[in-house]
């Protein structure tokens, strides 16, 4: 069997925030932006990147779904209790100098992992957990 990943989700309650982040933060082109049924979908992916797509989505992405769901799902939102993607870099302490003088809200410093990376990890504007991690010995 042949697979490969194509598009990952996460969630976010200001597109346009996530916007200044993914795309003048960590570099992400913009590779769609749609709306339906009052909500809005911005799809991102790294230009090395160009077959892996991560969509900016509503927490609740479904028109069908009920308003209690709706206030569920932006709730474990807000708590950073939903999660968002592990991205891969060259050098995580750039990465990390980077994207903290950007702003960028420190959840973990770079540290080698017993696991073999080394990683850091930051919130996104809607509170998503963001990892980045270098394979070790690079």
Known sequence: MDINLSTCFIAV???DK????YRD???LEVRNDVGFEGMRWVTVGAPSQPDVNIVLEPPLADP???PADREAMAEL???GLLRAVIFST???DATFERIRA???EVLQEPVDQPYGVRDCAFRDPSGNMLRFTQASGK
């Open 13 to 15: 309650d200001d597109h």
């Open 18 to 21: 996530a916007l200044a982040f």
């Open 25 to 27: 933060v960590l570099g």
């Open 64 to 66: 069908n779904a009920s």
């Open 77 to 79: 939102l807000a708590k």
């Open 90 to 92: 060259a050098d995580c």
């Open 102 to 104: 950007a702003g960028g």
